[in-house]
């Protein structure tokens, strides 16, 4: 089902409070939260999380949200882009507790050995050691435009600050990328694996709505 703000009114409707209005949005973006979540947290079950804390924000905060505007896609992904890195944040000061108290030893999970989930994995592994090079910012700036599709005024909007701003962020995540990729011999990737840091500074970005 296609869903069109500008014909249903979905705005309006998700600012005053209404319940099928939120089921349509969350119909809508889930799996665009999510995925923007998982990029940016490298894990499946805090981009759940992540996921869930989005939506119940989006809720608490819809008296915010203008009547009148378009997608409200980067309204979502700036509260989740806050909610990712909180949770990284917290994830840090958890593995740091841990190193300082090991636990009993990790169980295996066979299920997790199926062909495509570790597809799944590289794919994912092969994002992190890209964007863990960058800068929080530039990280986030990159993943807005790169994977979730924002084009520079929309990621503006999602992260609360100027256009130039986002330029110059995804400007400089791309020249660093660059220049790591130069910088280092590449082994041959994994199946599924993303071959360097330079696919990901080719990949393209939407221009600005007009």
């Excluded at 929080?136 to 100027?162: F, I, K, M, T």
Aim: proline share 5%; charged share 30%; with cysteine.
């Amino acid at each position: 089902m296609k869903h069109t703000e500008e014909g249903d009114g979905l705005r309006r409707r998700v600012r005053a409070g209404e319940r099928a209005a939120f089921a349509e949005l969350y119909e809508a973006y889930a799996r665009v939260v999510y995925n923007h979540a998982r990029r940016l947290t490298g894990d499946w079950s805090t981009a759940e999380e992540v996921m869930s804390e989005t939506f119940l924000a989006a809720w608490r905060t819809r008296e915010r949200v203008e009547p009148d505007g378009g997608s409200l896609k980067p309204w979502l992904l700036g509260i989740a882009t806050h909610k990712a890195h909180n949770a990284n944040r917290g994830r840090r000061r958890r593995l740091a507790f841990l190193s300082r108290h090991p636990g009993p030893p990790v169980v295996a999970d066979f299920a997790q050995e199926t062909a495509g989930r570790l597809d799944d994995a590289r794919r994912l592994a092969a994002v992190q050691a890209a964007l863990g090079r960058l800068r929080r910012q530039e990280r986030e700036v990159l993943v807005l435009c790169v994977w979730s599709g924002l084009d520079y005024q929309q990621a503006a909007e999602a992260l609360g600050v100027p256009v130039g701003t986002v330029r110059s962020r995804l400007s400089r995540a791309r020249a660093r990328l660059r220049r790591l990729s130069a910088n280092q011999a590449e082994p041959r990737p994994a199946r599924g694996a993303v071959r360097n840091e330079a696919a990901f500074a080719a990949l393209p970005v939407r221009e600005e709505t007009p």
